[in-house]
C-alpha cells in the first residue's frame, strides 16, 4: 500500500492536472516547502507514477493516474457515506474524508459503494471515479461561463474552501439548485442571479469555482 504522502502527491497531481503541474503549485496545494515537492516528484518519477520535466511541471503517468484516482473515489464515497449516514454538513464533509481516505481498505470502499446504490456523484457534485478508475461523462460548466436568462442547475461547488462553501450554503446554493443569471459585470465578472425568486449577488472568484449544466441538458 502506498504512503499518505505518496496518495496525496499523486491525488493533487490530478486535481491540479493532471499534466504540467508547477512545483510551485503543487507545494502550495499540499502546503509543503517547493524543496520537498521537488525531492517527493524525483521519487514519484522513479517509481513510474510521474514524468518530471524540469521548469516544465509534472504529469501523472498511465499508472499514477490509476493510484491518484483511487484515493479520489475512496475520498468522494466517504465524504458521502457522511452526508447520508451522520448527515454531516458539506463544509466539514471534505476535512473528515481527507483523515480517513488512507486507511479505506478495499473489501471496505466496495461495501460503502453498494450500501450507498453506487452513486456517481458526491455531496459535492463531484463525479465518483468507478472502481476501475473510469470517470462518469462531465459536460458541466463553469458558472462564470454560463448564458444569461437560461435556467441553470447547480452541479458542482468547492470543497476545499469551507469560508465559500459556507457561504454558498447561506445563500441555499448548491448541487440540484436551479437559478438564472440575470447579468454580468463587464468590469469584474460579477454575477446577479435570481434564486427562487430572490436576487444574489456571486463573486466571479465564487463563480470560478461552482459548476452548473443547462436545464434542457439535464
Known sequence: M????????????WELGPNDVATQDLAQHLNVAPASATKMLQRLTARGL??????????????????????????????????????LGREQLHDEAERLEHALSADLEDAIAT???????????????GPDGQLPADTDLLLSDSP?????????????NSEMLAWLERNKIFPDTQLELISRDSFDGGLTANLNGKTVQIASSVANEVYVSLEDDS
Open 115 to 129: 450500501y450507498l446504490g453506487n452513486p456517481t456523484r458526491d455531496p459535492h457534485g463531484h463525479p465518483i471515479p
Open 50 to 87: 510521474v514524468s518530471h520535466i524540469p521548469y516544465k511541471g509534472a504529469s501523472l503517468t498511465p499508472e499514477g493516474q490509476r493510484k491518484a484516482l483511487s484515493v479520489v473515489r475512496r475520498h468522494r464515497l466517504l465524504e458521502t457515506f457522511l452526508a447520508q449516514t451522520l448527515d
Open 148 to 160: 444569461l436568462n437560461q435556467r441553470l442547475i447547480i452541479r458542482q461547488v468547492p470543497d476545499r
Open 2 to 13: 502506498d504512503s499518505v504522502a505518496v496518495e496525496n502527491y499523486l491525488k493533487s497531481i
